[in-house]
């Protein structure tokens, strides 16, 4: 009996998996949603990314940086708080992750601005 369960329900994966693989064919949105795209949210993205990109690689004095949270690190460890040091160290690195995801952004959007919105 559990075996037929098995079976019918590997049998509707797979189908389901053709199904999702023949749905792989691009997507096409109309002329007026691209000119919205392009006059809405492309300079909405990429001030959005400059000020994120600004922000972590700004001075010690901006809330955030990649500097700032160096320095509130070393402040930590100087107080002999190791452990609080160790996180502000982490959160570095994921700043360092988050502008390479940044970069990607740009990239996408600056490949989708001169493919659809022309030289604007």
Do not use: Y
Request: glycine share 8%; charged share 30%.
């Amino acid at each position: 009996m559990n075996l037929s369960r098995i079976g019918v329900t590997v049998l509707g994966l797979l189908l389901l998996g053709a199904g999702t693989a023949s749905a792989q064919e691009p997507i096409t949105i109309s002329p007026e949603k691209v000119q919205q795209i392009c006059t809405n949210r492309v300079p909405r993205v990429e001030a959005r990314v400059k000020a994120l990109t600004e922000r972590i690689n700004g001075n010690p004095e901006v809330l955030g940086s990649k500097k700032w949270l160096e320095q509130r690190a070393s402040d930590a460890r100087t107080a002999g708080n190791t452990a609080r040091a160790d996180v502000l160290d982490a959160r570095v690195k994921l700043r360092d992750a988050q502008l390479v995801k940044l970069g990607k952004a740009s990239e996408r959007v600056s490949k989708f601005k001169s493919e659809h919105c022309g030289s604007k």
